[in-house]
T-cell receptor, first 110, second 119 residues
């Protein structure tokens, strides 16, 4: 049973617009969440994280929002750039393990 | 530029054959993770080690998979015998979790993966 779910397998956004990637989780004990980005033929790389004591964390063009009551987090990319085209994985921490979602493939077109 | 390395990058084998995948974690990292990426499950955690000791291998099919860390610079994942359903990309990741601080997961650094195809 998937404890971390990314229900949109793909997303297509025009360059310069906002990309919003969504993630839902089922375990209210999760207290730390991360987003990883993956290019083809490479391993995932860490992008941004958020602790459950916060509801927002921002790093340049990337902002992660956490809604604990809804068990939902989202990643906003503004403005989107063609180099952002990749697969994005949401992950939740469970003790010292990370539980990953299935990923969302983002394509940013000119 | 420290990075996790994995060999081989690609492996094609026939059903029933033994497969061994290797990983060299980043020097100084004390935790090593093995993941499998599939379309349906995303990134599944197979096993992980801290200070070379296996902490959790509940994600691995025990009858055919085994993971070891013979030394601090080498982690191996072995499948024997391999089956077509094992076809996937296998990632190794390393990280640094302070000893005695359970529940703290630093960001993990992933290798490039081994793409395994079992015919």
């Amino acid at each position: 049973d998937q404890q971390v779910k990314q229900n949109s397998p793909s997303l297509s956004v025009q360059e310069g617009r906002i990309s919003i990637l969504n993630c839902d989780y089922t375990n209210s004990m999760f207290d730390y969440f991360l987003w990883y980005k993956k290019y083809p033929a490479e391993g995932p790389t860490f992008l941004i994280s958020i602790s459950s004591i916060k509801d927002k964390n921002e790093d340049g063009r990337f902002t992660v929002f956490l809604n604990k009551s809804a068990k939902h987090l989202s990643l906003h990319i503004v403005p989107s750039q063609p180099g952002d085209s990749a697969v994005y994985f949401c992950a939740a921490q469970n003790t010292d393990k990370l539980i990953f979602g299935t990923g969302t493939r983002l394509q940013v077109f000119p | 530029d420290a990075r996790v390395t994995q060999t081989p990058r690609h492996k094609v084998t026939e059903m029933g054959q033994e497969v061994t995948m290797r990983c060299q974690p980043i020097l100084g990292h004390n935790t090593v993770f093995w993941y499998r990426q599939t379309m349906m499950q995303g990134l599944e955690l197979l096993a992980y080690f801290r200070n070379r000791a296996p902490l959790d291998d509940s994600g691995m099919p025990k009858d055919r998979f085994s993971a070891e860390m013979p030394d601090a610079t080498l982690a191996t994942l072995k499948i024997q015998p391999s089956e077509p359903r094992d076809s996937a990309v296998y990632f190794c990741a390393s990280g640094s979790i302070p000893d005695g601080l359970a529940g703290v997961a630093d960001t993990q650094y992933f290798g490039p993966g081994t793409r395994l195809t079992v015919l």
